[in-house]
Protein backbone atom coordinates (compact mmCIF):
# COMPACT_ATOMS: atom_id res chain seq x y z
CA UNK A 1 0.00 0.00 0.00
CA UNK A 2 1.77 3.58 -1.04
CA UNK A 3 1.34 6.20 1.74
CA UNK A 4 2.74 9.20 2.89
CA UNK A 5 2.62 10.49 5.90
CA UNK A 6 3.71 13.99 6.99
CA UNK A 7 4.46 15.08 10.56
CA UNK A 8 6.09 18.23 12.60
CA UNK A 9 2.62 20.13 12.99
CA UNK A 10 1.44 21.72 16.03
CA UNK A 11 1.58 25.33 17.57
CA UNK A 12 4.04 27.87 16.96
CA UNK A 13 4.15 31.78 17.35
CA UNK A 14 4.58 34.18 14.74
CA UNK A 15 8.21 34.51 13.64
CA UNK A 16 9.01 31.12 15.05
CA UNK A 17 9.80 27.97 12.23
CA UNK A 18 8.95 24.54 11.57
CA UNK A 19 9.91 21.39 9.90
CA UNK A 20 7.48 19.42 8.44
CA UNK A 21 8.34 15.93 7.23
CA UNK A 22 6.92 14.05 4.51
CA UNK A 23 7.52 10.11 5.08
CA UNK A 24 6.52 7.25 2.16
CA UNK A 25 5.54 3.68 2.78
CA UNK A 26 5.00 1.27 0.62
CA UNK A 27 7.54 2.53 -2.55
CA UNK A 28 10.35 4.59 -3.14
CA UNK A 29 10.18 8.69 -3.07
CA UNK A 30 13.54 8.31 -5.33
CA UNK A 31 11.50 8.63 -8.82
CA UNK A 32 8.71 11.32 -7.74
CA UNK A 33 8.34 15.13 -7.76
CA UNK A 34 7.11 16.00 -4.00
CA UNK A 35 4.10 19.13 -3.55
CA UNK A 36 3.64 20.34 -0.65
CA UNK A 37 -0.15 21.96 -0.35
CA UNK A 38 -1.99 23.65 2.26
CA UNK A 39 -5.71 24.16 2.84
CA UNK A 40 -6.55 26.70 5.17
CA UNK A 41 -10.52 26.64 7.03
CA UNK A 42 -13.11 28.14 4.51
CA UNK A 43 -10.46 28.52 1.48
CA UNK A 44 -9.15 26.25 -0.81
CA UNK A 45 -6.57 24.24 -1.34
CA UNK A 46 -2.96 25.99 -2.53
CA UNK A 47 0.00 24.48 -3.95
CA UNK A 48 3.48 25.78 -1.50
CA UNK A 49 5.85 24.80 -3.47
CA UNK A 50 7.55 21.05 -5.11
CA UNK A 51 10.55 19.25 -5.51
CA UNK A 52 12.09 17.48 -8.53
CA UNK A 53 12.60 13.96 -7.89
CA UNK A 54 16.12 14.17 -7.65
CA UNK A 55 15.71 17.44 -5.82
CA UNK A 56 17.31 19.64 -8.56
CA UNK A 57 14.81 21.77 -8.91
CA UNK A 58 12.14 23.57 -6.58
CA UNK A 59 9.48 26.25 -6.77
CA UNK A 60 7.63 28.01 -4.26
CA UNK A 61 4.30 30.05 -3.98
CA UNK A 62 4.74 33.37 -3.84
CA UNK A 63 3.79 33.70 -0.50
CA UNK A 64 6.09 31.60 0.69
CA UNK A 65 9.07 32.46 -1.48
CA UNK A 66 12.14 33.18 0.61
CA UNK A 67 11.04 31.69 3.95
CA UNK A 68 9.98 28.28 3.37
CA UNK A 69 12.39 25.68 1.76
CA UNK A 70 11.61 21.86 1.03
CA UNK A 71 14.76 19.47 0.28
CA UNK A 72 15.04 15.61 0.13
CA UNK A 73 16.39 12.50 1.66
CA UNK A 74 15.86 10.04 -1.05
CA UNK A 75 18.09 7.75 0.76
CA UNK A 76 15.55 8.52 4.28
CA UNK A 77 12.46 7.93 2.11
CA UNK A 78 11.55 11.65 2.71
CA UNK A 79 11.02 15.16 2.04
CA UNK A 80 10.93 18.06 4.00
CA UNK A 81 9.56 21.61 4.28
CA UNK A 82 11.60 23.75 6.14
CA UNK A 83 8.75 27.03 7.54
CA UNK A 84 10.35 29.64 8.63
CA UNK A 85 9.09 33.43 9.45
CA UNK A 86 5.78 31.98 10.23
CA UNK A 87 2.79 34.06 9.77
CA UNK A 88 -0.55 33.50 11.29
CA UNK A 89 -1.45 32.98 7.88
CA UNK A 90 0.24 30.60 7.15
CA UNK A 91 -2.32 28.26 9.22
CA UNK A 92 -3.43 25.31 7.40
CA UNK A 93 -3.61 22.03 7.32
CA UNK A 94 -0.36 21.02 5.11
CA UNK A 95 -0.35 17.89 2.76
CA UNK A 96 2.43 16.39 0.39
CA UNK A 97 1.46 14.84 -2.42
CA UNK A 98 3.61 12.54 -5.17
CA UNK A 99 3.58 13.04 -8.81
CA UNK A 100 4.32 10.61 -11.39
CA UNK A 101 6.49 13.05 -13.09
CA UNK A 102 9.88 13.71 -12.07
CA UNK A 103 10.02 16.76 -12.51
CA UNK A 104 7.13 19.12 -10.66
CA UNK A 105 3.96 19.71 -12.80
CA UNK A 106 2.11 22.55 -12.83
CA UNK A 107 -1.38 21.39 -12.83
CA UNK A 108 -2.23 19.57 -9.44
CA UNK A 109 -4.23 16.93 -11.13
CA UNK A 110 -0.79 14.99 -11.73
CA UNK A 111 -0.15 14.57 -7.76
CA UNK A 112 -1.97 11.35 -7.22
CA UNK A 113 -0.78 9.93 -3.55
CA UNK A 114 -1.50 11.98 -1.09
CA UNK A 115 -0.78 12.46 2.79
CA UNK A 116 -3.40 12.85 5.99
CA UNK A 117 -1.82 16.02 6.36
CA UNK A 118 -0.47 17.80 9.38
CA UNK A 119 -2.03 21.13 11.33
CA UNK A 120 0.61 23.83 11.61
CA UNK A 121 -0.89 26.95 14.06
CA UNK A 122 1.03 30.04 14.00
CA UNK A 123 -0.57 32.54 16.76
CA UNK A 124 0.90 34.40 19.80
Known amino acids: QLQLVESGGGLVQPGGSLRLSCAASGFTLDYYAIGWFRQAPGKEREGVGCISSNGGSTNYADSVKGRFTISRDNAKNTVYLQMNSLKPEDTAVYYC?????????????????WGQGTLVTVSS
Open 97 to 113: AASFFSSCPRDHRYFDT
